[in-house]
């Protein structure tokens, strides 16, 4: 629990496994906990800048650890919006169960938010876990891994998004979210 809560709170090590963001810095800290960061996501042409509140919980009473976000950004290239969610670790027996629910507000329309970009944000997510599941567990920098390993399909102990259990879009996927969430001050 200790390796996968250092390998996902701390924002130098965060972009290093996450394919959704290229950086994290934080600013400041908030008044009642939690701290405010910038983030960026580099693409090819173009690079998204946005900002951030996070707050975690690391001692509760049932033993698991929760870290809530909300994020924004006046990017017009983005292709989200505002957005919260929250990630979950629950201890079970020498593993840990990490589940994660998020939402947004879509940067480029309903539309082709529903018919690709959530679909893809998803398989991002997924991808981007079981990336940091392979450096947990075997040490294996997530730098070995690029995105281009995805073609590596004959590469058994490569990252791929079919490890990490999906939910269907149409569940709500923030019915789960900690009660931070709702008192987490907005970016």
Do not use: N
Not at 111 to 138: C, H, K, Q, V, Y
């Amino acid at each position: 629990m200790e390796r996968v809560w250092q390998l996902t709170q701390d924002p130098a090590w965060h972009p290093r496994w996450d394919l959704r963001f290229s950086a994290i810095v934080p600013v400041g800290e908030l008044p009642g906990g939690g701290t405010r960061f910038r983030y960026e996501r580099s693409l090819p042409l173009h690079v998204i800048h946005g900002t951030g509140t996070t707050i975690g919980e690391r001692r509760r009473a049932d033993g698991t650890r929760t870290s809530a976000l909300r994020f924004t950004t006046r990017d017009p290239l983005s292709p989200l919006g505002d957005g919260r969610g929250y990630w979950r670790y629950e201890p079970d027996g020498d593993g840990v169960v990490f589940s994660t629910g998020y939402d947004y507000t879509p940067g480029w329309g309903r539309l082709l938010d529903r018919l690709l970009l959530r679909r893809l944000i998803g398989w991002m997510t997924a991808w981007s876990f079981d990336r940091l599941r392979i450096w947990a567990e075997a040490g294996v920098e997530p730098e070995r891994w690029p995105v281009a390993a995805v073609l590596a399909f004959w590469r058994t102990d490569r990252p791929r998004a079919a490890r990490c259990t999906r939910q269907h879009p149409r569940r709500r996927t923030m019915q789960d979210a900690p009660a931070t969430l709702d008192t987490l001050e907005a970016p």
